[in-house]
């Protein structure tokens, strides 16, 4: 599928350090539910999209500003011009709108979640064509662990846009499946420092092309994301 399509790309890991035994397998259980639904959801209402799943699979926290890099770069390579980045616990309610629809500024997708305040959030899913995410930058790199890339990018796009466009509620719903969060992801908050300064912290390359591609049925394409020793994650 080429020009105008509209590409998925979806940050995954299973484990996590610091993980005890029993979160091993929630995000599986996420994956495993995501994928049938949002096609069934995309066909349902006349849509289509490509899937990229971008799959952390090295030890040391989890980056998703990396993973959604390497995918959006993939994505653009291959001629996809709006991009989707969809966290995998988050799933659109089943309305009769369809929420993949492009629209013309970054938009947050995931906008209505019940007993969310989403002030200054854009985590979920969110939005934009291929043009605004070169625009942007992209996400950071520099938020290892859980959380914090979200929202430098809510400010990457207020600074650049002026305002946040969010989808209205009768496209906006959506429910995020539940898990737990480990004890190493949480630790690591104190990388929340970086932001608001995030417009000058740089955007790799040399991060983002380590990657190799996979194949994953019901998937166009499948990355899994080689990460390189550094002293915060290894
Ligand atoms: N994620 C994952 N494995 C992890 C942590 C995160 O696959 O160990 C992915 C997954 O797509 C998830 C997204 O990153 O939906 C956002 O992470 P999380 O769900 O922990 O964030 P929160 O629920 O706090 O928004
Ligand atoms: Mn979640």
């Known amino acids: 599928r080429g020009a105008g399509s509209v590409c998925m790309i979806v940050p995954f890991r299973d484990s996590c350090q610091g993980g005890s035994q029993s979160v091993v397998g929630e995000r599986a259980r996420h994956l495993a539910f995501f994928l049938p639904y949002m096609h069934h959801y995309l066909a349902e209402r006349g849509g289509s999209a490509n899937f990229i799943l971008v799959n952390q699979t090295a030890r040391g926290y989890f980056n998703k500003g990396v993973l959604f890099n390497m995918g959006a770069d993939v994505a653009m390579e291959h001629g996809c011009t709006y991009l989707v980045f969809h966290d995998v616990d988050a799933i659109p309610l089943d309305t009769s709108t369809n929420s993949y629809e492009p629209t ?102 040399s991060v983002r092309k380590r990657y190799a591609i996979m194949s994953k049925d019901g998937y166009d394409l499948s990355l899994i994301h080689i990460s390189e020793p550094t002293r915060l994650g290894m």
Do not use: C
Not at 133 to 140: K, V
């Open 104 to 205: 013309r500024k970054p938009t947050h997708l995931s906008s209505y979640v019940q007993g969310l305040e989403q002030a200054d959030f854009v985590g979920g899913v969110l939005a934009r064509s291929e043009i605004d995410f070169i625009r942007l930058n992209g996400y950071s790199n520099s938020f290892r662990g859980w959380g914090g890339e979200d929202k430098d990018m809510y400010y990457r796009i207020s600074t650049v846009f002026g305002e946040v466009t969010r989808l209205p509620e009768a496209s906006g719903g959506y429910k995020l499946m539940k898990h737990r969060r480990t004890l190493g992801e949480r630790l690591h908050a104190i990388h929340h420092v970086n932001i608001g300064l995030s417009e000058v912290l740089p955007n790799e390359e």
